[in-house]
């Protein structure tokens, strides 16, 4: 549960957002984040569906390539 | 500075004459430390040790047998994140003693990963009740404060809450009588609680402190910190992931969080009750609260707050263990069939052991 995952954001719609990760897209809430919130093409950390703070695209990246390894672990 | 070149300076300190033994209090940043292999990377004198950075691990039987219960003779759906299914409870045989029992036995019980979901299923099942039994540190509670304040949330939404806070069991642990020399402190939990929430560690504890992400390079730059201050015997702060984490955590989460819960003293399974550690709804969320509107009985618990018989993941959270010197790890207990929440749980130092294929049984 305590595993954040670097999402970018596609599109805003009121409290909520597309964002996507490793190809996978979905709906993600803004709400725990201070106001102004993100644009489409900006990165959040997301937690449980929702963004916990901004993160910037470098950072992301590195999650990302974490994220893999471990998956790629998970099934050797 | 990149991963390889932090490594090299870790490498290059100093050997002390004991070793320096290094906490962590998240499931997330033991995960990484495994799979990552750092500790054979490390110097023999670096002992990284898991404490209680599980969730699941630590709800007490109490809440998991309330849960079962109420999801078996109240007609409602009960739902959780996944991992909480599996954990088993010590009843007396014949009873459901997890929520994946109960679900065999015809309770409607299902798994979760987000409160958005939650949300949208309170609105398909509308008027059946829904109750959202949540376990989970500050990266979870928040998110769950944040959908109590959703202005159209459904009316037939409730909640059991055994969420607990990660520094105070830090705390207890130090009270207790430190077993370790430093400590790296989780990375998403500050991003929103703050670095300054883990100053205590060097301030009241004389022992330095990293806040640390989960990638090598903000995980190694925080274990370079915290080994360089204890070779000084220096106690510090660092904040070794500040892309995420700032001084004083998100604001808007810490309101929402202080909207929806109150701070409580609460029990962790294994370990025993730690002040200030727990979250209850506030009087303005009191009519969601399962528990008051959905009452069972649950007596009968052979060996209250207890891990298993023969196991020893208490020890384990309490960081006098690792995994692989618990009797049954890796003989009874494997994730296929757990016997106790650390092996149960993604966060669970036992299970992280195994699956990343630590099989040397040390007991």
């Known amino acids: 549960m305590c595993l954040g995952v670097p999402m970018k954001i596609v599109s805003l719609h009121g409290e909520r957002a597309f964002a996507e990760a490793l190809g996978v897209r979905r709906e993600i809430a803004l709400s725990l984040l201070p106001q102004p919130w993100p644009h489409p093409g900006d990165y959040v950390m997301v937690h449980v569906g929702y963004a916990i703070e901004r993160v910037d695209a470098t950072l992301a990246e590195e999650s990302h390539t974490l994220w893999q390894a471990m998956e790629a672990g998970r099934d050797a | 500075m990149n991963a390889r070149d932090t490594l090299a300076r870790i490498q290059a300190l100093p050997a002390p004459l004991r070793p320096i033994r290094v906490l962590n209090v998240c499931g997330g940043h033991e995960r990484s430390i495994t799979e990552l292999g750092l500790r054979s990377l490390l110097p023999d004198w670096v002992q990284l040790i898991p404490g209680p950075g599980c969730p699941v691990c630590v709800c007490p039987e109490e809440a998991i047998h309330q849960a ?90 409730f909640l059991q809450l055994a969420g607990r806070r990660t520094w105070p069991a830090v705390e207890f642990l130090l009270q207790a009588g430190s077993s370790f020399e430093a400590m790296i402190a989780p990375g998403h939990v500050a991003a929103i609680m703050g670095a300054n929430e883990w100053r205590f560690v060097a301030e009241k504890y004389a022992l330095p402190v990293a806040v640390a992400g989960f990638a090598a390079d903000t995980l190694l730059t925080g274990l370079h910190a915290v080994l360089r201050h204890a070779l000084r015997h220096e106690a510090a702060l660092d904040n070794a992931y500040p892309a995420v984490v700032k001084a004083d955590g998100n604001p808007q989460a810490q309101a929402l969080l202080a909207k929806a819960f109150d701070i409580v003293d609460a029990p962790w399974r294994g370990i025993g009750s730690i002040p200030a550690s727990g979250y209850r709804l506030t009087s303005l969320h009191a009519a969601r609260d399962a528990s008051l509107q959905f009452p069972v009985a649950i007596s009968g618990h052979k060996r209250s707050g207890q891990m298993p018989a023969g196991c020893d993941c208490a020890a384990v959270l309490l960081a006098h263990k690792r995994p692989s010197e618990c009797r049954l790890y890796g003989r009874a207990c494997t994730p296929e069939s757990p016997i106790g929440p650390c092996m149960v749980s993604d966060e669970g130092a036992c299970h992280i052991w195994w699956r990343a294929g630590e099989r040397v049984a040390t007991a």
Not at chain 2, 143 to 150: D, F, H, S
């Open chain 2, 68 to 157: 079962i219960q109420m999801a078996l003779l109240h007609p409602l759906t009960l739902v959780a994140f996944g991992d909480m299914l599996r954990v088993p409870v010590n009843l007396n045989k014949g009873e459901a003693n997890s929520l994946a029992a109960a679900r065999a036995q015809g309770a409607d019980i299902r798994p979760i990963a987000s409160p958005l979901e939650v949300i949208a299923l309170a609105r398909s099942l509308a008027p059946r009740p829904l109750v959202f039994f949540v376990a989970g540190f500050e990266t979870t509670l928040a998110p769950v404060a944040a959908m109590l304040a959703e202005a159209d949330l459904p009316a037939n939404l």
